[in-house]
């Protein structure tokens, strides 16, 4: 048996690319439809919390392969028992492109027809229904997308409330929801600092082809790295098959997050930082991003981040202690439980690896690094024995150093990391995700698109 | 479990504490890369920071953090005042809550930039 590994498969078996390149097939594609203008969904304050334009990118450029567009009523129903798509492959969440009663009467669609999606006033997308379902009750339905401690008692602590990012943006949702096949007829062009950095699935398997990178490792990213995440992507890199991962690919996730995260733009940048620092050199990393508003769903946000990056061309993925994680909600080691030896009560008996239509790409399950006074060095939690003595690398007391303005000693954040957040804090007159942050940032987007006539 | 707060020292900070018997309690962090004041609190007083911020959380460490970036220099304050990490800087804070979260409500739209 051969112990060298190769480039995963797409989740689902092939990679699923709904972007129509041809301008004047796009146009024709949308001539005469009805037209609608994507709006972000809002919370309870009016606070941006979601905005499907992002999922409709992440699942036209193949990230959520082999989802296709916004689902039917019985793939929700599906997901929500057993996390799986009606084609029988693993998928955690339910996504739905979702408007109110009073849009639906003003489109005057039905089972059918095609609508022309906007953003920023210029023609998107189109979508083809082919079902029009309405969510009976948000709060049930955000309920049991993340599950409930009697339902799920191997991972869920606590029940889930407003304080959950993931729990708000399902519990705000509009109740009519049209299932169907999204296709981009626009293709949409990134603002700085975002378009470097753009790697959808298919340029990703391309760039680390021709780095020839069989071996990648993937590193999970909301934050702006600080030593502790440093260290995590240099030693969970070591592993590969017979030699170390040859490439470690950043992913970060952009889109809302919850407030005191730092701003997209930094959290991008930040990671470039300890790429153009030879901290990592750049010959061994690459940062790259995925669209999506973060649900913090600890175990099934590390089931999307599995899918993502196996579609990215990943053979590895790092997990930590409270992957993707909000709050006490899980147990912080449910996503290790996930991978690990699986969840029963979300479907999976074994490891998602190890289930039919499961996924393909390794979990690295690690524990984390402190800095330890004794040793004199950043250590990690499964080799120092200083348990009394470690430093941990909270990211609250690394927020608050900040928000202080105490420049942090380089034992914490390599000084070109810090100076990103500090550039951006000028611009945004604030260091981290605020409602001001928030509001603005989904007028502008992450994207401009170019002029078309339809 | 009785919860810990610390408070960066800045050179300005440590200046202030010159002569006092709290320069013996100066604490080193990282390898004395950052210096601190620990302060350590029963549950009741935890729990009363807790309510009065909703920010507020305790982290993986058991410390107090998130705290409005006013509660930190008031709390510095009130320890340059009563020469005490004990229970008595703790009481100063809490007694202007108001005050703190006057300045706390204008933190969330802006923090001075550093210099750098």
Same mark, same amino acid.
């Not at chain 1, 193949?62 to 997901?79: C, L, N, Q, T, W």
């Not at chain 1, 990215?312 to 996503?335: K, L």
């Not at chain 1, 804090?425 to 928030?438: G, I, M, Q, R, T």
């Given at each position: 048996?051969?112990?060298?590994?190769?480039?995963?498969? /797409?989740?689902?078996g092939?990679?699923?690319?709904?972007?129509?390149?041809d301008?004047?097939?796009? $146009?024709?594609?949308?001539?005469?439809?009805?037209?609608? %203008? +994507?709006?972000?969904?809002?919370?309870?304050?009016?606070?941006?919390?979601?905005?499907?334009?992002r999922?409709?990118m992440?699942?036209? *450029?193949?990230?959520?392969?082999?989802?296709e567009g916004?689902m039917?009523?019985?793939?929700?129903d $599906?997901?929500?028992?057993?996390?799986?798509l009606?084609?029988?492959?693993?998928f955690?969440y339910?996504?739905?492109f979702?408007?109110?009663?009073?849009d639906?009467?003003?489109?005057?669609?039905t089972?059918?027809?095609?609508?022309?999606?906007?953003?920023?006033?210029?023609p998107?997308?189109?979508?083809?229904?082919d079902?029009?379902?309405?969510?009976e009750?948000?709060?049930?339905?955000?309920?049991?997308?993340?599950?409930?401690p009697e339902?799920n008692?191997?991972?869920v602590?606590?029940?889930?409330?407003?304080?959950?990012?993931?729990?708000?943006?399902?519990?705000?949702?509009n /109740?009519?929801?049209?299932?169907g096949?999204?296709?981009?007829?626009n293709?949409?062009?990134?603002?700085?600092?975002?378009?470097?950095?753009?790697?959808?699935?298919r340029?990703?398997?391309e760039?680390?082809?021709?780095?020839?990178? $069989?071996?990648?490792?993937?590193?999970?990213?909301?934050?702006?790295?600080?030593?502790? @995440?440093?260290?995590?992507?240099?030693?969970?890199? *070591?592993m590969?098959?017979?030699e170390?991962? @040859?490439?470690?690919?950043?992913?970060?996730?952009i889109?809302v997050?919850?407030?005191?995260?730092? /701003?997209?733009?930094a959290?991008i940048?930040g &990671?470039?930082a300890?790429?153009?620092?030879? *901290?990592?050199?750049?010959?061994? @990393?690459l940062?790259?991003?995925?669209?999506?508003?973060?649900? *913090?769903?600890?175990?099934?946000?590390s089931?999307? &981040?599995?899918?993502?990056?196996?579609?990215m061309?990943?053979?590895? @993925?790092m997990?930590?202690?409270?992957?993707?994680?909000v709050?006490? =909600?899980? %147990?912080?080691?449910?996503?290790? +439980?996930?991978?690990?030896?699986?969840?029963?009560?979300?479907?999976?008996?074994?490891?998602?690896?190890?289930?039919?239509?499961?996924?393909?790409?390794?979990?690295?399950?690690?524990?984390?690094?402190? =800095?330890?006074?004794?040793?004199?060095e950043?250590?990690?939690?499964?080799?120092?024995?200083?348990?009394?003595?470690?430093?941990k690398?909270?990211?609250?007391?690394? $927020?608050?150093?900040?928000?202080?303005?105490?420049?942090?000693p380089?034992?914490?954040?390599?000084?070109?990391? =810090?100076?990103?957040?500090?550039?951006w804090?000028?611009e945004?007159? =604030?260091?981290?995700?605020?409602?001001?942050?928030?509001?603005?940032?989904e007028?502008?987007?992450?994207?401009?698109?170019?002029?078309?006539?339809? | 479990?009785?919860?810990?707060?610390?408070v960066?020292?800045?050179?300005?900070r440590?200046?202030?504490?010159k002569?006092? #018997?709290?320069e013996n309690?100066?604490?080193?962090?990282?390898?004395?890369q950052?210096?601190?004041?620990?302060? #350590?609190m029963?549950?009741?007083?935890a729990?009363?920071?807790?309510? !009065?911020?909703?920010?507020?959380?305790?982290d993986?460490?058991?410390?107090i953090?998130?705290?409005?970036?006013?509660f930190?220099?008031?709390?510095?304050?009130?320890?340059a005042?009563?020469?005490?990490?004990g229970?008595?800087?703790?009481?100063?804070?809490? !007694?202007?809550?108001? #005050?703190?979260?006057?300045?706390? !409500?204008?933190?969330? #739209?802006?923090?001075?930039?550093?210099?750098?």
């Amino acid at each position: 048996m051969s112990l060298v590994i190769e480039t995963p498969p /797409p989740h689902g078996g092939r990679l699923e690319e709904r972007v129509v390149r041809d301008r004047e097939l796009g $146009r024709k594609l949308a001539k005469g439809c009805p037209v609608f %203008d +994507i709006k972000p969904t809002l919370d309870e304050n009016g606070v941006p919390v979601r905005n499907v334009y992002r999922e409709i990118m992440s699942i036209c *450029y193949g990230f959520f392969s082999p989802v296709e567009g916004s689902m039917k009523k019985a793939e929700v129903d $599906r997901i929500l028992k057993e996390r799986r798509l009606l084609n029988d492959w693993v998928f955690p969440y339910p996504l739905v492109f979702d408007i109110t009663e009073e849009d639906l009467k003003n489109l005057g669609v039905t089972v059918g027809d095609r609508v022309l999606l906007r953003i920023k006033g210029k023609p998107f997308a189109v979508l083809d229904i082919d079902e029009i379902w309405r969510i009976e009750n948000t709060e049930e339905l955000a309920t049991k997308t993340f599950g409930t401690p009697e339902d799920n008692p191997e991972v869920v602590k606590e029940p889930f409330d407003k304080k959950m990012p993931g729990w708000v943006i399902y519990k705000s949702l509009n /109740p009519v929801v049209l299932a169907g096949k999204f296709r981009i007829i626009n293709e949409p062009t990134f603002l700085p600092p975002f378009d470097k950095y753009w790697f959808p699935p298919r340029k990703s398997r391309e760039e680390y082809a021709r780095r020839e990178w $069989r071996t990648v490792i993937n590193h999970q990213t909301r934050n702006v790295p600080h030593i502790g @995440h440093e260290f995590l992507m240099k030693n969970a890199a *070591y592993m590969g098959d017979s030699e170390p991962c @040859h490439g470690i690919q950043v992913n970060a996730i952009i889109g809302v997050k919850r407030p005191g995260d730092y /701003p997209d733009e930094a959290i991008i940048e930040g &990671h470039q930082a300890v790429n153009e620092g030879g *901290y990592i050199k750049p010959e061994r @990393h690459l940062v790259t991003f995925t669209l999506w508003d973060m649900r *913090y769903g600890n175990p099934l946000e590390s089931m999307l &981040h599995g899918i993502i990056r196996q579609n990215m061309g990943c053979t590895h @993925h790092m997990f930590g202690r409270d992957h993707a994680a909000v709050g006490e =909600y899980y %147990d912080m080691w449910s996503t290790q +439980i996930l991978w690990g030896k699986g969840i029963p009560s979300f479907g999976f008996p074994a490891p998602i690896t190890d289930v039919p239509y499961g996924l393909k790409i390794r979990p690295q399950n690690m524990a984390e690094f402190w =800095y330890c006074p004794v040793c004199n060095e950043i250590a990690y939690s499964g080799c120092c024995g200083h348990d009394k003595e470690k430093e941990k690398f909270s990211g609250s007391f690394v $927020r608050g150093m900040v928000a202080e303005g105490v420049f942090p000693p380089k034992v914490i954040f390599r000084p070109e990391v =810090y100076k990103v957040i500090v550039k951006w804090w000028k611009e945004f007159d =604030y260091p981290f995700c605020n409602p001001k942050y928030v509001k603005e940032k989904e007028e502008r987007l992450e994207v401009d698109l170019p002029d078309m006539d339809i | 479990m009785a919860k810990s707060i610390a408070v960066l020292l800045d050179d300005k900070r440590l200046g202030e504490m010159k002569g006092s #018997e709290l320069e013996n309690k100066v604490q080193m962090m990282f390898g004395g890369q950052l210096t601190c004041f620990i302060l #350590e609190m029963d549950d009741d007083k935890a729990k009363q920071v807790m309510d !009065a911020f909703h920010t507020a959380r305790v982290d993986s460490r058991g410390f107090i953090t998130d705290v409005p970036i006013a509660f930190n220099r008031v709390l510095f304050e009130e320890i340059a005042k009563t020469k005490s990490l004990g229970a008595e800087p703790i009481d100063g804070v809490m !007694a202007r809550v108001s #005050e703190i979260q006057e300045f706390a !409500a204008k933190e969330g #739209e802006y923090l001075p930039v550093p210099e750098l």
